[in-house]
């Protein structure tokens, strides 16, 4: 058994959990999470699964809706001595998920914070991408709505390296096709879904290849995804059309930021007037 947490009882441990295949669930976590008197789960009904064949401790719900209203309890339950275990529903706490508040207040309150490091859906995605590696930019999910989503890709369009994103996989036709329309069609990028699980699935190809493949195979659009896409070789390059739309249609009305827009681009006026709805969505 590791002694570790009996010789630093009263400390906040975060500690990461599978992200699909429960064997992934190293012997050092479960020690801890056996031994805390708390565990601090963004979902205690998920993270059950983790006690199917042992005894679970107390469990206490912790998720984005509630954290600043269960500070105050768990920091007091630290401060009396109790040893807390931080996990998410699945991989490493806070990457993505809630907990930065918990920790930040532990920290504050001159409370011991430990690591038990494991699984995490980005790094395992980037592992497995083929893309370079040695400098990369996490992402996260990207905005729900459109308009907002294809600006914040339009801003990182000109990023020189790998780029790792969240994704619900029903939404993946949505955001390949903006992805590619913001990055370009040509750029290199792989779809891992549902990592450790049955159906995982590892694809690398061009946007393009990605967002067409997906959008005719409903299986790929179910569970949960990560999209790790190739940075900009040429920042500083031409400039994109959804970039010039988006400075064009600051100074001028639509139809008028369509007509330069299609002169400017080669484009049809027909595509640059769709591009402009679609900025105005």
Known sequence: ???????????????ATPIGNLGDMSPRALDVLQQVKVVA?????????????????????L?????????????????AGDSVALISDAGTPLVSDPGYRLVAA??????????VPGPCAAIAALSVAGLP????????????????????????ADMDVTLIFYAPARDLPEILGDMSAAFGEDRLATLARELTKWHETV????????AGWVGSDPDQQRGEAVVV?????????????RALLRELARELPPS?????????????????WALVEQNDS
């Open 1 to 15: 058994m590791n002694d570790s947490i009996q010789t630093d009882p009263a400390a906040l441990w975060v500690v």
């Open 41 to 61: 789960a963004e979902d205690t009904r998920t993270s059950r699964r983790l006690f199917a064949e042992r005894p679970a401790p107390e469990m206490i719900s």
């Open 63 to 79: 998720h984005e809706h509630n954290e600043s209203a269960q500070l105050d309890r768990l920091i007091e339950r630290l401060s």
């Open 106 to 115: 532990a920290h504050g309150a001159g409370i011991p914070v430990r690591t």
């Open 133 to 156: 590696s040695d400098r990369f930019h996490f992402e996260g999910f990207l905005p729900a709505r459109a308009g907002q989503r294809r600006t914040r890709l339009d801003n990182l």
């Open 203 to 210: 694809r690398r190809a061009r946007l393009a290849e990605l």
């Open 229 to 241: 896409v190739a940075g900009n070789a040429a920042p500083g390059g031409p400039v994109r059309p």
């Open 256 to 272: 008028r930021a369509a007509k330069v827009l299609a002169r400017l681009t080669g484009m049809s006026r027909r595509e640059a």
